[in-house]
């Protein structure tokens, strides 16, 4: 089970820390993404990070204003947003795979229930 928080309302250029607690599984064993779904449109890969070595991976829209980790004692994954715009807002999900391809949400088996992100002034 995925348990996901830390979503709220934030002006533009503010910052969040999204996290996303794992029960029952280790984290360390699976990659874990966070993907987000705006109203209206498609669910859309956000960032991942593989398991074992922890490589890490970004969306072209979110690259060098985000950071994506793991603490392996608390089991968590956190997804740092900083310089949050209005595109931004959506709900945001963690998700863990076995799989290699990490970007594509059908490869996901679990899924958190979502943590809303709105940006706005």
């Known amino acids: 089970q995925l348990q996901a928080s830390g979503g709220g309302l934030v002006q533009p250029g503010g910052s969040l820390r999204l996290s996303c607690v794992a029960s029952?599984?280790?984290?360390?064993?699976?990659?874990t993404a966070w993907f987000r779904q705006a109203p209206g449109k498609e669910r859309e890969f956000v960032a991942a990070i593989r398991q074992s070595a922890g490589s890490k991976v970004y969306t072209n829209s979110v690259k060098g204003r985000s950071t994506i980790s793991r603490d392996n004692a608390k089991n968590t994954v956190y997804l740092q947003l900083n310089s949050l715009e209005p595109e931004d807002t959506a709900l945001y999900y963690c998700a863990a795979t076995k799989s290699v391809q990490i970007s594509s949400a059908d490869q996901y088996i679990y899924w958190g229930q979502g943590t809303q992100v709105t940006v706005s002034s």
């Open positions: 029952g599984r280790p984290l360390s064993t699976y990659a």
